[in-house]
């Protein structure tokens, strides 16, 4: 039994996880602090979705251990706000429908449930599409639903993968600005997973770089620009520039 205080939200010890008999991940140990915007940052296929997927507790690791606010949980599925990659809203729903699938599935009466997810339209920047399907609405708008979907499910940790990845760059940016205004409302602690350097430079307090497979963490990044500062910041800072320069080395 490991021990590990309380604030931190997750506490990971040696995750492995194999693959028909291939190493996929190779002890992984990170903690993250309550609060913190932590990202996996690492190339395509080093395991990234695979390690939410443990954490969320929709895949057994071979061996390690997982502290959520410091007490070991092995039963975690249903504990965190996921929201995976390509989680796509089902296109037959309303935008108003799909955000308030959590609650309908959590047991909330139907016409409850809705009346609570459209509160929360303006903040996400969709007020007055409560009503559209999703192939209505635009890329970012279509993002944003899917993030108001995995608010709903009123979780202290949340984990986005690649919430940002099918978007093309402006609107990433626009995403990645609104994202920040939006966490002091969500009041969380997020795991945020991306193969986008500047991505995981704007958004987190820690960047835990990851090995192309079998992933491992090889480099831990803390931000040396407050996340009030990042949100006021059109392009990379000085500072910024010098984290990317010391990951890109990293892959040279
Ligand atoms: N259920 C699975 N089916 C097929 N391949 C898997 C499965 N689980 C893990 N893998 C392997 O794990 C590796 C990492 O995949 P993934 O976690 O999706 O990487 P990333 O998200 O970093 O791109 C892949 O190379 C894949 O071969
Ligand atoms: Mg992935």
Redesign the pocket.
Known sequence: MNFYPKNYAIALQKISFH?KSQL?LDRISFQVPSGNIVSLL?P????????LHIIAGLLQPDSGDICIHGEEQTNRTGSMGYMQ?NDLLFPWKTIVENAALPLVINGIPKKKALQKASRCFPDFGLEGYEHYLPNELSGGMRQRAALLRTYMMDKKIILLDEPFGALDSLTRKKMQIWLLDMYEMLNSTIIL?THDIEEAIYLSDTILVMSA?P?KIIHVVESTTPRNKRKKETYLNNEMLAMKKEIVTLFM
Do not use: A, D
């Not at 395509?44 to 390690?51: E, F, I, R, V």
């Open positions: 693959w996929i690492g395509s296929g080093c395991g990234k979705s695979t390690l990659q997973v497979l992933g």
